[in-house]
């Protein structure tokens, strides 16, 4: 198949470099030049694992290439996919959709045979049919089958995301566009992850259902998690009671500071505006929303609190700086509100990421950044894990308790179990945890004992 890929931003240059490696010939499209250029130098502009190699490979085979001109990829194309960006729109939270109606227009005007045009950025319920509106405006006489297909890649696990779906979701009444979508998707599906065929709004539903579902899930278990603290009880035992339920599912349902990223807060808010614009209020999320923004900054707080005396004049290291690990994003990023509220208390922050310090700069400027864990936590009074990177999951807890200047470790993430950080010397603050002169009561499984990794995402 003949790909158009319109926008190399995170979803546009992962699902261009996978149809690629899937045998299509793919042709990415961006109006940045310096992006293309790069791009072409094999320089790819987003941190994901994997993405570099699978790019250099499919440019070297002659299956994907790089331009800034979208006449000849589109006319030339079977099918176009439409990956531009969707922001929140200043002020009021709606989807701002001018990218993906100025794409179709473009793309409108230079389709030369029958051609799908699939949107692959998350919008909002009835944006297909605006796109079908815009094309036959601007092109009477072409033929575009407009079809939603809503990706569901988490940033650092994408491509293995992308090559081993959950599910592929297809929304078209379209039959021959449909058969279009089977073929691009056959070595997935062939695969066995099942192609979910629906009619185009409710594809475009499915993917907002989706993420406020997840966003849900995080968002029950951290407050499950403050009620343990309260009553004496573990939540990563909760989670792992409640998860080996079938119907409930032991993912998503780790303890943290708060959701981030660049999908869970913008597409939560956005399903809101749509519920709101319907009448028909998704109340639910609406106390989702609200409680994972409090949380943020109610973390600034736990750190303060374990601080006794307060944090004025005190030197606090946040280990992990980005929303999640394996990604240099820091959108809506908790440690961005901790830091904050670490501020506002009379702190001074130091900062460590693997990735994220060039994005995090310019948001929290007063941060001295560190080049390790280490460094970052000579002659601190408290240290508070973050995001959860690997280099962060074996750290030497002896050697950071004897650099330190109080040795408190706030870990909000529960990678470490309490007795390990005590015996390094170290008082540890956790999440959902009993009090550390309470007894533990385990969970009695039938099965094997399954242990919570405290992973995020993939677990
Ligand atoms: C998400 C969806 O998973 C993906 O399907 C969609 O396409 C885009 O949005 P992503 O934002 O990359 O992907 O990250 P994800 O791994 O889902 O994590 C989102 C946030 O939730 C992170 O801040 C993470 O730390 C947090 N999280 C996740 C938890 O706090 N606990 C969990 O159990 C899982």
């Known amino acids: 198949m003949r790909i158009a890929m319109i926008g190399t931003g995170y979803v546009g240059l992962v699902s261009g470099a996978c149809f690629s490696d899937f045998g299509h010939d793919v042709v990415c499209v961006d109006k940045d030049a310096a992006k293309i250029d790069a791009l072409r130098q094999g320089v790819t502009p987003i941190f994901e694992p994997g993405l570099d ?24 194309a079977e099918a176009v996919f439409i990956a531009v960006g969707t922001p929140s729109r200043r002020g009021d939270g ?37 796109v079908e509106r815009i094309i036959a405006a601007a092109a009477p006489d072409a033929k575009a089958m407009v079809v939603s297909n809503p990706e569901f890649l988490r940033e650092g696990a994408a491509i293995e995301d992308f090559k081993r779906p959950d599910r592929i979701v297809v929304g078209t009444e379209d039959e021959d566009a449909a058969e279009i979508m089977r073929e691009i998707y056959r070595p997935l ?21 989706a993420n406020a579902f997840l966003a849900t899930k995080i968002t029950f278990i951290n407050e499950i998690a403050d009620l343990c603290e309260r009553v004496g009880a573990d939540v990563q035992d909760v989670s792992r009671g409640i998860g080996l339920d079938n119907r409930i599912g032991p993912k998503f349902l780790h303890a943290g500071p708060g959701y981030g990223g660049s999908c869970f807060p913008k597409d939560t808010l956005a ?16 106390s989702v929303v609200k409680v994972n923004d409090l949380r943020k900054r109610a973390m600034g707080r736990k750190v303060i609190g374990a601080l006794n005396g307060g944090a004025r004049g005190k030197t606090i290291a946040l280990l992990g700086l980005t929303f999640k690990p394996n990604t240099d994003d820091m959108r809506d990023a908790p440690s961005i509100a901790i830091v904050q509220a670490l501020h506002d208390a009379g702190a001074k922050v130091r900062g460590y990421d693997p990735e994220g310090v060039e994005q995090a700069r310019p948001l929290m400027p007063d941060v001295e950044f560190c080049a390790s864990p280490y460094e970052a936590a000579e002659g601190a009074d408290a240290i508070v894990l973050v995001t959860e990177w690997d280099v962060l999951r074996a750290l030497d807890l002896k050697r950071l308790s004897a650099s ?15 007795e390990e950080v005590e015996n390094a010397g170290l008082e540890w603050h956790g999440l959902g945890k009993p009090a550390r002169d309470s007894k533990r009561v385990d969970v009695e499984t039938v099965a094997a004992p399954v242990r919570s990794s ?4 993939g677990v």
């Open 53 to 76: 190699k699978l790019v250099e490979r499919n440019v070297a085979d002659g299956r994907l290439s790089f331009t800034t001109d979208l006449g000849p990829a589109v006319a030339d």
């Open 94 to 130: 709606h989807a701002d959709l001018s990218y993906v109606f100025g794409a179709a227009g473009e793309i409108a005007r230079a389709l030369r045979q029958p051609t799908v045009v699939v949107t692959k950025s998350t919008v909002p319920v009835g944006t297909g049919d605006e």
């Open 189 to 209: 599906y062939l695969n066995k992850a099942p192609l979910v065929v629906t009619s185009r709004r409710t594809a475009e539903l499915i993917k907002y259902a």
């Open 271 to 286: 399903l809101l505006k749509t519920a709101e614009d319907h009448q028909a209020p998704l109340r639910i999320i609406e």
């Open 404 to 418: 330190m200047a109080r040795p408190v470790f706030v870990d909000l993430r529960n990678i470490y179990p309490p």
């Open 454 to 457: 405290g992973k995020t995402g």
